[in-house]
C-alpha cells in the first residue's frame, strides 16, 4: 500500500512527458499537400478540401483529367455555398465554356475547354459539418467520335 502513490505519481510523471508539447510558440508542422491538391489549387474554391480517397487524378497541370471529389465551405451567416457561383463565374475566365448549368439541390454544370469536357456536381449543403459535395470530373473529348447515324 505504500508504494501505490509514488507508483501513480510515477505513472503521470511519464504519461505528462509523453504528451505533445503544445505550447504557443511551438510552431505547428501544415500537413502535406497531396499531388491531388497541388494539381487542382488553381481550379476550385478557396477553402476547398479534397477527399483524397475519392478522387483520381491522371497527369498534371492544365492537362489533367479524372475526378475530383471535393467538400467546400459554406459561406459564414448564409445557408449557401459558394461553390456554384465560383464556377460559374470562374470558369468562363480560366478558358471553358459553359454548356449547360441547372440549379437545385443537385446543381450540374457542364463546361468544354479545347479538347476536354468538365462536369460539375454539386450537392445540398450538409447541415452536418456546413459545407456542399462537389464532384469535379475532367475527360478528353475525343472528335473523331461520331453519333451513330439513323437509317
Known sequence: M?????TMCLAGLLQACALPNSSPSTPVAEAPVSRTEQVLRSVIPAGSKVIPAQSLIIG???NWVGRAVLE??????????????????????????????????TSMLVF?????????????????????TVVLTVTPIEASLQPPKQP
Open 72 to 105: 467546400v465551405p459554406k459561406e459564414p451567416d448564409r445557408d449557401t455555398s459558394p461553390a456554384y457561383g465560383y464556377f460559374v463565374e470562374q470558369y468562363p475566365q480560366q478558358g471553358w465554356t459553359l454548356l449547360s448549368a441547372t440549379r437545385g439541390k
Open 112 to 132: 468544354t475547354k479545347k479538347d476536354r469536357s468538365a462536369t460539375v456536381e454539386i450537392s445540398d449543403v450538409n447541415m452536418m459539418n456546413g459545407s456542399v
Open 2 to 6: 505504500k508504494y501505490v502513490l509514488p
Open 60 to 62: 498534371s497541370g492544365e
